[in-house]
C-alpha cells in the first residue's frame, strides 16, 4: 500500500514503485546506476519514461519524496524549453536526437539529464559538496545512457 494524494505527485512515486517491480531487467538497470552514482559523486540517479514521469528504475540510495517531484519538476520544465526551442539543434552531435542537459541551481546544486531514447531519460542529482569535474560527468553519463539503451532493447 502506498499513501497518495491527487494533488502532488506522490500518485506517480507509487506507481512508479509498481512499474520498477515489473521492469524485467531491473537489478541490471540498478546495478549500472549504483556504479554510476557511486564513481561520479552523484545523490541520485532516476530513469524517468517522459511522457508519464514515471520512473523506470533508480539507484538503491533512499528515494525522497521531494527528490523525487523536483525530479519531476525539472524534467517538465525541460521539456517546456525544448518545446520552445523545437527547431533549433546542436551541431555536431555522436547521436541524432539524442541529447543532454546540465542545469545549475543556486551554484551548490546541479541536475544532469541525458536523453537515453525516444521515451526516456537518466536524470541525476548531485549537491557540489564534492567539486567534481562535470567532463567527467558528462562522459559517465554518455556511456551510462548508452548501456541503459542497450539493456532496453
Known amino acids: 500500500f502506498f499513501l497518495t494524494t491527487i494533488f502532488d505527485e506522490s500518485i506517480k512515486e507509487a506507481l512508479s514503485r509498481v512499474v520498477r517491480r515489473l521492469v524485467p531487467k531491473y537489478n541490471s538497470l540498478e546495478t549500472i546506476l549504483n556504479s554510476f552514482c557511486s564513481k561520479s559523486s552523484l545523490d541520485k ?3 524517468f519514461d517522459i511522457s508519464t514521469k514515471v520512473f523506470l528504475a533508480t539507484d538503491s540510495s533512499p528515494t ?36 543532454k542537459t546540465v542545469v545549475g541551481m543556486d551554484g551548490s546544486f546541479k541536475i544532469y539529464v541525458y536523453q537515453v531514447n525516444s521515451y526516456s ?16 560527468i558528462e562522459y559517465n553519463g554518455s556511456k551510462i545512457a548508452k548501456a541503459i539503451r542497450q539493456i532496453l532493447r
Open 45 to 47: 540517479a532516476f530513469l
Open 121 to 136: 531519460v537518466l536524470l541525476c542529482l548531485n549537491t557540489m559538496l564534492i567539486a567534481r569535474q562535470d567532463s567527467l
Open 64 to 99: 525522497d519524496s521531494l527528490m523525487y517531484m523536483f525530479a519531476c519538476h525539472t524534467l517538465e520544465a525541460i521539456q517546456d524549453i525544448v518545446a520552445i526551442c523545437a527547431g533549433y539543434t546542436a551541431m555536431g552531435e555522436e547521436e541524432a536526437g539524442l541529447q
